[in-house]
């Protein structure tokens, strides 16, 4: 496709309940990043794809959330057991090889935990 | 370590009236800066970047950054601000031997008719 996407737009999940966040990249891109982005704040990194290999979880909150790319496109966030302090919302970002460029973002799912 | 901080929560102007939207960052090399805006229910959109060269970038939309090395500054400009220029603005850095975006809280941007 022409831009990231992501899916789903919203989620709705009971606390306790495992939910996954895909999102597909721009065709070709390398580099693929999730941030987190609770309400009123700026985007904050959870993690980073070259390929298929996870080069920084450094930002993941807990053991509770997992990344993956098994193919070097796709990637999923999934989240076990969420927590009310979870709901957020998640970005994508994609970027083709190089230092210097600029990331791309997708429009984002916001999961709220009830 | 590298930050970004955006001052003002809320910036109000006038349309017709220049805009001026604060940004000031610390990183612990030479840095790599951009300006964000984010529309309602979508996504971070690209305004412009500063990688080297000239301090004044120009990007997407009328809009303008200077970078300032002396004051760690990156403000976005511009000339006469439109009332559909209302919306949530991010300032982000990295360091240039890294790879992760720092952002900003955001600045939200309304300009009135």
């Known amino acids: ?114 | 370590a590298q930050s970004v901080a955006q001052p003002e929560d809320q910036v109000n102007v006038a349309e017709g009236n220049p805009l001026t939207v604060k940004c000031t960052y610390s990183v612990s090399g030479n840095p790599y800066l951009f300006w964000y805006v984010q529309y309602p229910n979508r996504g971070l959109q690209f305004l412009l970047k500063y990688i080297t060269g000239d301090n004044l970038v120009k990007g997407s939309y009328g809009f303008e950054a200077e970078f300032n090395k002396s004051q760690t500054s990156f403000h976005l400009k511009k000339p006469s601000a439109l009332v559909s220029d209302s919306a949530l603005y991010f300032c982000a850095v990295r360091d240039i031997n890294d790879y992760k975006l720092s952002f900003g809280a955001g600045t939200t941007v309304t300009v009135r008719a």
């Open chain 1, 1 to 114: 496709g022409a831009g990231v996407s992501q899916s789903p737009r919203y989620k709705v999940a009971k606390r306790g309940q495992d939910v996954a966040l895909r999102c597909d990249p721009i065709s070709g891109h390398v580099s693929l990043f999730w941030y987190q982005q609770a309400l009123g704040q700026g985007p904050e990194f959870l993690t980073y794809f070259q390929n298929e290999a996870q080069l920084d979880k450094s930002g993941l909150p807990s053991d509770r959330f997992f990344a993956e790319r098994p193919e070097g496109s796709v990637s999923t966030l999934k989240i076990q057991r969420t927590q009310q302090e979870d709901s957020a919302v998640y970005l994508c970002a994609s970027a083709p090889r190089g230092d210097t460029g600029e990331l791309f973002f997708g429009e984002g799912s916001r999961l709220t935990v009830l």
